[in-house]
């Protein structure tokens, strides 16, 4: 939400390749016993709905960079705006509509088990070779990651504020780490 006020505020394009990343399998019981809930059988069955949005926006990916903008866009309005539950094919549904997406297309690609084996590969990077731990995690053309939590701030300060994170992020390797103590939220400001 933030990133697309960016954009809107300067004109310009930002470019990020998003990926999955599992904070499910992340904040697991089972995390440091190997299990992989990618692996589970009422993961592949499709019972267990976990890595249903991460499934839906891969399936939205295969249909063009704008198609899973979209897809994205709507489904972050979901659930930061109207609070529905992405665990719900409905809402996956609903934001490939609101996106213009190709559904029959969309639905034959969602159910793909071979997305899970794309959600696994990216999740094992980002830990292995990044250390994420959270979401979002930014990863900078020069291997920096960075993981930054963020409030969707107002118009008029949210370039500012990308400009400024994105230098301390791509380019002040020393800072490990910058943290507002929470509770309580920062005031006023949620």
Same mark, same amino acid.
């Given at each position: ?5 960016? +954009?809107? #505020?300067?004109?310009?394009t ?5 990926? $999955?990343? #599992? /904070? ?8 440091? &016993? &190997?299990? !992989? ?23 939205? !990916? %295969?249909? &063009?960079? +704008?198609? =899973?903008?979209?897809? =994205?866009?709507?489904?972050? %309005?979901? %659930?930061? +705006?109207?609070? !529905? ?19 029959? %297309? @969309? *639905?034959?690609?969602?159910?793909? $088990? +071979? /997305?899970?084996?794309?959600?696994a ?16 995690? @930014?990863? #900078?053309?020069? &291997?920096?990651?960075? @993981?930054?939590?963020? @409030? ?14 994105? !230098?301390?992020?791509?380019? =002040?390797a ?5 943290? *507002? $103590?929470? $509770? ?7």
């Amino acid at each position: 939400m933030w990133l697309s006020k960016v +954009e809107e #505020s300067t004109g310009e394009t930002i470019k990020i390749d998003w990926k $999955p990343f #599992s /904070l499910a399998q992340v904040n697991s019981d089972n995390n440091d &016993g &190997g299990i !992989k809930l990618w692996e589970q059988s009422e993961v592949i069955d499709g019972t267990d709905k976990t890595f249903l949005a991460h499934m839906s926006g891969l399936a939205a !990916k %295969r249909q &063009g960079d +704008e198609a =899973f903008k979209s897809f =994205f866009m709507a489904l972050l %309005r979901a %659930r930061h +705006e109207d609070k !529905k539950d992405l665990l719900d094919p409905a809402v996956m549904e609903e934001a490939a509509v609101a996106a213009g997406l190709d559904m029959a %297309r @969309f *639905r034959e690609d969602a159910a793909d $088990p +071979e /997305l899970l084996k794309d959600i696994a590969e990216s999740h094992t990077i980002a830990v292995e070779e990044y250390g994420a731990f959270g979401v979002p995690t @930014f990863i #900078s053309d020069n &291997g920096n990651a960075t @993981f930054l939590k963020m @409030f969707i701030p107002p118009d008029e300060q949210a370039a500012e504020i990308y400009e400024t994170m994105s !230098k301390a992020m791509n380019e =002040f390797a020393h800072v490990g780490e910058f943290k *507002r $103590p929470q $509770p309580p939220w920062p005031h006023g400001v949620i």
